[in-house]
């Protein structure tokens, strides 16, 4: 699927662009997306590079361990394929609290790691596993607890409460992930079905 | 509520950096030694994001820039209109799982344009909140570990920012009006 939304951008990009006359666009849009897309990345290494290492010493000191067996009948719910010990476990509770705490930053290599876990889990190296879609479903849909990015804005642009939408952006959040959850499930139940 | 929960976000991160090596020091780990190890693998893996990412970017902006995005949102706008959303923020249904930048501008300008304390500026900001990029999360997650086949996993992301979109529009008439 990914790889018909990709072609349909480009295409669609170029097809709109050329029947606008307005073609000399994708070519400097191109090499701007291009060049983000690195930018981005860069960004991502400082932060990688010290998650990871705070992450090691955790993992060292035995903490990652003793999270996931504070966490486990959570994570047993939601990834039922994965040993009760893995290392994985560990990590997918970082992942989640730090979303929860709204720490993005922290959020992403640990999210990582975890799915680095999950892969030497997974028979087939080039297709997502189960517990890898899980994992994804719960990061897309993005449980927050404090919109703080939204919060700045607004109290940028005054706003009498500007921590009001905590309380709105708390339910939608715990709808869309409750729905991720279940839709997640039954695609989950559907592929274990058809046998593949 | 939210200034206790400023607070605690604003120590999180210094007290995990402090309490993590220290917890480790008195476990007897070679604290340095470990934070290295572990950090020479953040490298590797952001360098092989790139390729992932950049192909994402240059698709998402060529999208954009072309005004094929904008086209896409003008043919929907109907359709949202007869379920009674607010048209100004349906640009945000499409924006928010492909950028996460291009939303947050987005969210930035009808704050601006309508008021925090509009109706708008409140669904707006819960949109921003409530959901998140999917595309750059399965780019980042998936191109980190080699997986080709998403299997799944891009359904589900978009089904539940959708669910997310819907939700906040709903919740926010519910509380605000």
Redesign the interface.
């Known amino acids: 699927?990914?790889n018909w939304?990709?072609l349909f951008?480009?295409v669609?990009?170029?097809?709109?662009?050329a029947a606008?006359g307005?073609v000399e666009?994708?070519t400097?849009?191109?090499f701007?997306?291009?060049k983000?897309?690195?930018t981005?990345?860069?960004g991502?290494?400082s932060?990688?590079?010290?998650?990871?290492?705070?992450?090691?010493?955790?993992?060292?000191?035995?903490?990652l361990s003793k999270l996931a067996v504070l966490l486990r009948p959570l994570v047993r719910f939601l990834f039922p394929g994965v040993p009760k010990n893995h290392p994985a476990i560990g990590y997918i509770m970082s992942n989640m609290s730090a979303n929860i705490?709204?720490?993005g930053n922290?959020a992403?290599?640990m999210?990582?790691k975890a799915?680095?876990e999950l892969?030497k889990l997974n028979a087939n190296?080039?297709?997502?596993s189960?517990a890898?879609?899980t994992?994804?479903?719960l990061?897309?849909?993005?449980i927050?607890?404090?919109?703080?990015?939204?919060?700045a804005?607004?109290m940028n642009?005054?706003?009498?409460?500007?921590?009001?939408?905590?309380?709105?952006?708390?339910?939608?959040?715990a709808?869309?992930?409750a729905?991720?959850i279940l839709?997640?499930r039954w695609?989950r139940k559907r592929?274990s079905l058809s046998g593949s | 509520?939210?200034s206790i929960?400023?607070i605690?976000?604003a120590w999180?991160?210094p007290v995990?950096?402090v309490f993590?090596?220290l917890?480790?020091a008195y476990?007897k780990?070679p604290?340095y030694e470990?934070?290295?190890?572990?950090?020479k693998?953040?490298?590797d893996?952001?360098?092989k994001?790139?390729p992932h990412?950049?192909?994402?970017?240059?698709?998402?902006?060529?999208?954009?820039?072309?005004?094929?995005m904008d086209?896409l949102i003008g043919w929907m706008r109907p359709f949202f209109e007869s379920m009674g959303i607010p048209t100004e923020v349906l640009p945000l249904a499409i924006l928010r799982p492909i950028t996460g930048a291009g939303s947050?501008a987005f969210?930035?300008d009808l704050?601006?344009q309508f008021?925090?304390?509009s109706m708008i500026?409140?669904i707006a900001?819960?949109?921003?909140?409530?959901?998140?990029t999917?595309?750059y999360?399965?780019t980042?997650?998936?191109g980190?570990?080699?997986?080709?086949?998403?299997?799944?996993?891009?359904?589900?992301?978009l089904?539940?920012?959708l669910?997310?979109f819907i939700?906040?529009i709903f919740?926010?008439y519910l509380?605000?009006a």
């Open positions: 699927m990914v939304i990709w951008f480009i669609a990009g170029f097809v709109v662009a606008t307005n666009a994708v400097q849009a191109a701007d997306g291009a983000s897309g690195v981005v990345c860069f991502l290494i932060i990688l590079v010290f998650w990871l290492g705070m992450m090691r010493i955790a993992e060292d000191a035995g903490l705490l709204g720490l922290a992403t290599p999210g990582i799915m680095q892969q190296k080039e297709t997502a189960p890898m879609c994992l994804l479903a990061n897309t849909s993005s927050t607890l404090i919109p703080t990015t939204l919060i804005i607004r642009y005054n706003s009498v409460n500007p921590a009001e939408i905590v309380g709105t952006t708390l339910i939608a959040t709808i869309s992930t729905a991720a839709v997640d695609y592929s | 509520m939210y929960v400023s605690i976000s999180a991160i995990m950096i993590i090596p917890f480790a476990r780990v604290v470990s934070f290295v190890d572990g950090a693998e953040g490298f893996t952001a360098i994001i790139i990412l950049v192909g994402m970017m240059v698709a998402i902006s060529v999208f954009r820039a072309s005004g094929a086209m947050l969210t930035t704050i601006q008021g925090p304390d500026g409140r900001s819960t949109v921003q909140g409530s959901t998140d999917t595309l999360v399965i980042v997650y998936f980190a570990i080699g997986i080709r086949k998403a299997g799944y996993a891009l359904k589900v992301g089904i539940s920012d669910v997310g939700a906040s919740i926010c509380v605000f």
